[in-house]
């Protein structure tokens, strides 16, 4: 079983839609959690930290359940901009700073 | 702030010859990360280092790889012999935690590809 799990896509919604995406990780141990965005043949780069309480950002909502070990990230309104893989990122804590991606979320907006 | 700077961007290499890449992170990170990307693995860490000292090189794949970090403003990823499964996107990050901030940067990555 992947340490993180993420529905691949693709997702493809007209603008102004709502689109959410969802991701399990299997690590009950893991601390930190991130969505990262990376866009065609560029890096990653972080989109929101998640946590524990939820968190919002503009149109761009993330929400922790530890309990259920899922993550999810939620974009209102969207626009032909979000076009983009979204990354689910989990870390465990103490020495351990390494990041461990998901494979991602294909999301296309179409005009 | 340069950001972390990766070269080179490209590498078309032929298979059985050294590859090499390199890293600078950013200035004041005290952990770098190497990365490898590709369509049917997904973002994979190779090794990390702290403080320049490599702590966990379990993802490194095989003997072929090697990673050095000889200062705090350079790393290198080296291939030798080089295998056309290493095609890949290299992607190297520095990263400086405070607290729950974890401050990830990605350098752009260098596209490798063996022939």
């Known amino acids: 079983r992947k340490e993180v799990e993420q529905d691949p896509g693709p997702f493809n919604v007209p603008e102004g839609a709502t689109v959410a995406f969802n991701c399990t990780y299997s690590?009950?141990?893991?601390?930190?959690f991130f969505w990262y965005r990376q866009d065609c043949r560029k890096e990653p780069k972080l989109l929101m930290s998640?946590?524990?309480s939820g968190n919002e950002d503009g149109r761009f909502t993330a929400q922790l359940n530890r309990a259920s070990q899922y993550i999810s990230l939620l974009i209102r309104d969207s626009k032909l901009s979000d076009s983009a893989t979204y990354l689910c990122v989990v870390t465990l804590s103490g020495s351990a700073r390494q990041l461990t991606f998901g494979s991602g979320t294909q999301l296309t907006v179409l005009p | 702030d340069a950001g972390v700077i990766q070269s080179p961007r490209h590498e078309v290499t032929e298979m059985g010859q050294e590859v090499t890449l390199r890293c600078k992170p950013i200035?004041?990170?005290?952990?770098l990360f190497w990365y490898r990307q590709t369509m049917m693995r997904g973002l994979e860490l190779l090794i990390y280092?702290?403080?320049?000292?490599?702590?966990?090189d379990s993802g490194m794949p095989e003997d072929r790889f090697s990673a050095k970090m000889p200062n705090a403003s350079f790393s290198t990823l080296k291939i030798q012999p080089s295998e056309p499964r290493d095609s890949a996107v290299y992607f190297c990050a520095s990263s400086l935690v405070v607290g729950n901030d974890y401050g990830y940067t990605f350098g752009s990555g260098t596209r490798l590809t063996v022939v």
């Open positions: 690590n009950s141990a893991s601390q930190s």
């Open positions: 200035s004041g990170h005290d952990y």
């Open positions: 998640v946590y524990s």
């Open positions: 280092f702290n403080n320049n000292v490599p702590i966990d």
